[in-house]
């Protein structure tokens, strides 16, 4: 029988201090942005507290109270700072019509086990706020590329014209520089050439290191396991300037099948440890009844093992793709001017050039991470699913 939770009105000793703590926060940024933070914090604290007053004291309907300050708020940030303040004045206005009358209804306690103390509760969602805090300082500094490669303006830096969102500040030359700079195709090119060889190479081989050190008679496991997965754990510039003198000695400095095994290199351990990843739930009793059946080791690697194992190959592979596709200290050291990938223009275009084609580069390739990561996330489930480790 379900366990009904009968939430509770909350006092405004208790809701008043949590909405001025919040609302002297969001000050702080909206009086810095105005030349003074102090006088945010103050303004932002006292105007919270007085919206968390009037909200528990007036009987308003809800939702209409919530749209209407989101409005003034909205109203306020146009006054303030044109169309941009209209969103942000929008948004904060919409969090801050609902988060006093969600403290004051208690609904923050609906999702939580009854019994928690006030601390275990506070420490609850200080935690998650840690946690948002912490993704935003990770994510920042990319999702702020990502308009700057729509910037008008030959500039790394927000110009007047895209705060105020005219549409004469925003354009596409940095994309159409891209795609018609003989440098910069030649460079994916290079790129698009190297990466699919290299992940073929480390899915190859690192599926088969696996496979091999996953037996339990496999003599010295932990000591080759941990030699194939060094690449990852060395410092880049060692792995680099000892595949320099390395190559340089055998004649495959400056070639492209040095910049391949090279890449091939790095790729293997992201590939062995996801698939010995997936081997930890594969059933080997599997293999003995193919055997049994008469099947060969290959038949019985490619018609029962491998289907099995098939989402950590795959997940293995984008990771070495993404290592290879995105390296640039080892091609720097091995690779010569006919191997200029597109991270090596990407670096000569901040060194020398200071071209803002980077930052278009920079979304591009972004925009293809989060597709291969969300390739990943679909992966994993579904090799949850065949392993019997989540519901289908």
Known sequence: MATVITLKKQPYSFVGPVSAAAGGFAGLFVGTAQGSGLLGIILGATLMAGLAYGLMTLDLPRKTVRLGIAAVFAAVGFLLSGPMGLIIGALFGAFFGWFPAWLADGKYRASLPPYLTAREVLWHYT??????????????????????????????????????????????????????????????????????????????????????????????????????????????????????????RIGLQGTYLGVVLAHAALGIPFVIITVTATLVGFDRSLTRAAANMGANPVTTFFRVQMPLILPGVISGGLFAFITSFDEVVVVLFVGSASQKTLPWQMFIGLREQISPTILAVATILVCLSIALLTTLELLRRRSERLRGMSPG
Not at 147 to 176: C, I, W
Not at 195 to 223: E, K
Not at 227 to 240: D, E, R, T
């Open 127 to 248: 935690f998650r706020i840690i946690c948002g805090l912490i993704f935003f300082f990770l994510i920042a500094p990319i999702v702020v590329v990502m308009p700057l490669s729509f910037n008008a303006e030959n500039f790394f830096t927000f110009t007047p014209e895209m705060l105020r969102l005219d549409p004469d500040g925003y354009s596409l030359k940095h994309y159409q520089d891209f795609f018609q700079s003989n440098d910069w195709q030649a460079a994916l090119r290079n790129s698009l050439t190297i990466a699919p060889v290299a992940t073929l190479l480390s899915v190859s081989f690192g599926t088969l290191a696996a496979i091999g050190l996953s037996q339990p008679h496999v003599p010295f496991r932990q000591v080759i396991m941990a030699i194939l997965i060094s690449p990852m754990i060395v410092p880049l510039i060692i792995s680099a300037a000892g595949m320099y003198f390395f190559y340089s």
